[in-house]
């Protein structure tokens, strides 16, 4: 008879989570942090300031001495950007914070990308992305982030429509949102005048876009003082991170308005 043949009990290897590296560019501060496929952190959030003047190659030698430390913890499978200006295709139209002389058409995704070694790259409007992880996927939403400037976005049922570069447009005689309610403005005029300014603003979208909820953002939010109606509220500012997770998810814009055969596809991260 041959021998028993000695049963190993194996613990079942636990399924590799994707990482992800958000990347948050501000015009005070640049923030990431690796977070997963639900959005939440995987590390704590790393931040430095943003170099000022800051062209694409300052940005791109600072953002990887920033993450560098991070992608070594947990080394990425996809890099989410959210950019404090227009961008349309992973490139940047315009970025009048970081410095607008540098920043025409540039291929900022695939310069951070190659830095990194990472080329699965995406990147959107920094309110964009803070507005995926706000917003609750129902109705009319619209985000506003207040911070050095003004960021806006608008979703419908989830879905992220056609950026508008609002924040140039004039609120004022002399003044657009930016120089209207954007941090320099806020410092300059008070914190109590800048809340009726606020105010006003908040007025004047209800009017213009008629959301079902507004979404308020950004690093000055947290300066609001005046009673918010109803269908108004604030989000931390954190979530400019976490909104990086639905960058890969099947329904976000990337996989639905400009790659649609992608939404065919499955898995959760639509790859």
Excluded at 17 to 30: F, M, P, T
Aim: contains cysteine.
């Amino acid at each position: 008879m041959a021998p028993k043949q000695k049963v190993t009990n194996l613990t079942p290897t636990a399924p590799v989570v994707e990482s992800i590296l958000a990347i948050d560019i501000g015009g005070s501060g640049l923030k990431a942090a690796i977070i997963d496929m639900d959005g939440a952190m995987r590390t704590e959030r790393v931040r430095v300031a943003t170099p000022h003047p800051c062209p694409p190659a300052l940005l791109v030698d600072t953002l990887h001495a920033l993450v560098e430390p991070l992608i070594k913890q947990y080394p990425p499978a996809h890099v989410s950007i959210g950019f404090p200006g227009f961008v349309r295709n992973d490139r940047v139209l315009t970025a009048p914070h970081l410095g607008p002389q540098d920043w025409i058409d540039v291929p900022l995704a695939e310069m951070i990308g190659k830095r990194l070694g990472i080329p699965s790259v995406r990147m959107i409007n920094d309110a964009e992305m803070q507005g995926l992880a706000a917003i609750e996927g129902r109705g009319l939403e619209f985000v506003m982030t207040l911070g050095t400037g003004v960021g806006t976005a608008m979703f419908r049922d989830g879905e992220l429509m056609p950026h508008l570069e609002l924040a140039h447009h004039p609120v004022s005689k002399k003044h657009a949102y930016d120089e209207y309610i954007g941090d320099a403005a806020r410092r300059k005029a008070g914190n109590k005048r800048w809340n009726a300014r606020v105010a006003k603003v908040v007025g004047i979208l209800e009017s213009l876009v008629h959301y079902d909820k507004l979404w308020i953002g950004g690093g000055n939010a947290s300066h609001l003082t005046f009673e918010l109606p109803p269908n108004v509220a604030t989000v931390p500012n954190a979530r400019g991170i976490e909104g990086g997770a639905r960058l890969w998810h099947p329904r976000s814009v990337r996989e639905t308005r400009q790659l649609p055969e992608a939404a065919l596809r499955a898995g959760k991260s639509g790859a």
